[in-house]
């Protein structure tokens, strides 16, 4: 019911939403692209842990100047629509990244084995 309530509550024909999602296609777009070239996929991840650790930052922003791009305030004192909407997929992304990176290092040491 939580779900269904939040999913109804949002107006997903925002432009900021579809922006927002455009921009979480292309990072999942790059991330994959890019899964076998490991220093991008490095930077990347750095990029990604860095844009995850501004999240507080543009929660504040967002709640300051809502009225400017958006037509309802989507932005609480705790974050939780920046958490699920920004933050959870660009955790998945960097998690991503670290599943490969670690099957990159599992295959490299059975070459080095060998």
Not at 2 to 18: C, I, Q
Not at 37 to 43: D, I, R, S, T
Not at 87 to 101: E, Q, V
């Amino acid at each position: 019911d939580d779900v269904r309530g939040f999913v109804h509550a949002v107006d997903w024909t925002e432009p900021w939403l579809k922006g927002l999602l455009g921009l979480h296609l292309s990072v999942w777009a790059v991330v994959i692209v890019t899964r076998r070239v490991n220093e991008l996929q490095m930077a990347l991840l750095v990029a990604i842990l860095g844009a995850v650790y501004g999240a507080e930052r543009l929660n504040a922003l967002g709640a300051a100047h809502w009225r400017e791009f958006a037509t309802q305030d989507y932005f609480d004192e705790r974050g939780v629509f920046v958490a699920l909407l920004y933050c959870t997929p660009l955790l998945l992304a960097a998690g991503f990244i670290l599943l490969n990176a670690l099957r990159t290092t599992a295959r490299l040491l059975v070459e080095v084995r060998r």
